[in-house]
């Protein structure tokens, strides 16, 4: 059974760090592609960063560049989140997409098969 599960988030002052992890079993992430997502009610899901396993290509939403990081351990793929903001607070969902994306198509929620269930992060004082 395909499943990806998250970990990792929580409650968060303004300025803080988090690390999201996010592991697949039933199946290998090789050559495929993890991006993270996150949504707010009532707002569409929004990408966030992504990896692919095939040639190491990553990237990220402009909201985040340069405070959130990507990487891949075997079959674990983390998200390191620092400086972390208010508008920052959303659930947070990993997902696998088989192959690789040119520019920002990887944004495209629609391009991915599979899904984890989500972790909460909320940034607040």
């Known amino acids: 059974q395909v499943q990806l599960v998250e970990s990792g988030g929580g409650l968060v002052q303004p300025g803080g760090s988090l690390t999201l992890s996010c592991g697949a079993s039933g199946f290998s992430l090789d050559n495929r592609a993890i991006g993270w997502f996150r949504q707010v009610p009532g707002k569409e899901r929004e990408g966030v960063s992504y990896?692919?396993?095939?040639?190491?290509t990553t990237g990220y939403a402009n909201s985040v560049k340069g405070r959130f990081s990507i990487s891949r351990d075997k079959n674990t793929v983390f998200l390191q989140m620092n400086g972390l903001k208010p508008e920052d607070t959303a659930v947070y969902y990993c997902?696998?997409?088989?192959?690789?994306?040119?520019?920002?198509?990887?944004?495209?929620?629609?391009?991915?098969?599979?899904w984890g269930q989500g972790t909460q992060v909320t940034v607040s004082s």
């Open positions: 997902a696998t997409a088989p192959g690789i994306f040119d520019g920002d198509n990887w944004r495209a929620p629609a391009a991915w098969d599979y």
């Open positions: 990896i692919s396993n095939r040639d190491g």
